[in-house]
């Protein structure tokens, strides 16, 4: 009898369209159990013409989130390999997946979490806070549908990457201007 070899299982640290459940069902068709965490010394910022956000090391600054695969019960409930991969290729190459320190908001226990960081530290597109209840209103029925698009596209012998697949879906006549 083969027995299949252990997945190794990651946790993962998101902040911006990732803490919707829907996103992420849409994405891995489960949603992970998660746990609130804080990020410090990183800010989230909106950027110009696109509705999700980025994150970056900035001094004194902190991003709350939540951690998706921690330890509960000494029962691991991970990130799987291949969703990681998932997850990857939604983040494109704007984003760089980088291993940081986040503290659990229930417990403060610091652990060490994926998350996926901004590749352009000098992006003048980046401005503000974002936030995320104001995103839920304005923005995530439409993005939970590209993100479905996507999951779509990426089962296609030549899929778009997921920043093509993003401005194809929220192209319009009168789109966010870039200055």
């Known amino acids: 009898m083969a027995s299949s070899a252990p997945q190794n ?79 990857d290729t939604f983040e494109d190459v704007e984003y760089e997946r980088r291993t940081v320190e986040v503290s659990l908001v229930d417990s403060l226990e610091k652990l060490e979490a994926e998350a996926y960081v901004w590749g352009n530290s000098n992006d003048t597109d980046l401005y503000g806070d974002w936030d995320f209840e104001q995103w839920k209103t304005a923005h995530m029925k439409d993005f939970v549908k590209m993100t479905m698009g996507f999951m779509e596209e990426l089962e296609l012998p030549e899929s778009k990457p997921r920043v093509a697949t993003y401005e194809n879906f929220f192209r319009r006549s009168d789109g966010p201007t870039r200055s």
């Not at 951690?67 to 998932?86: A, K």
């Open 9 to 87: 299982l990651h946790s993962v640290f998101v902040y911006g369209s990732l803490l919707a459940d829907e996103v992420v069902a849409a994405l891995l068709n489960r949603v992970p159990q998660s746990s609130a965490a804080v990020l410090h010394n990183f800010h989230r910022f909106n950027i110009k013409g696109r509705v999700y956000p980025a994150i970056l090391p900035v001094e004194n600054k902190k991003v709350t989130g939540r951690v998706c695969g921690i330890i509960h019960s000494g029962v691991l409930l991970g990130i799987t390999d291949p969703e990681l991969n998932i997850l």
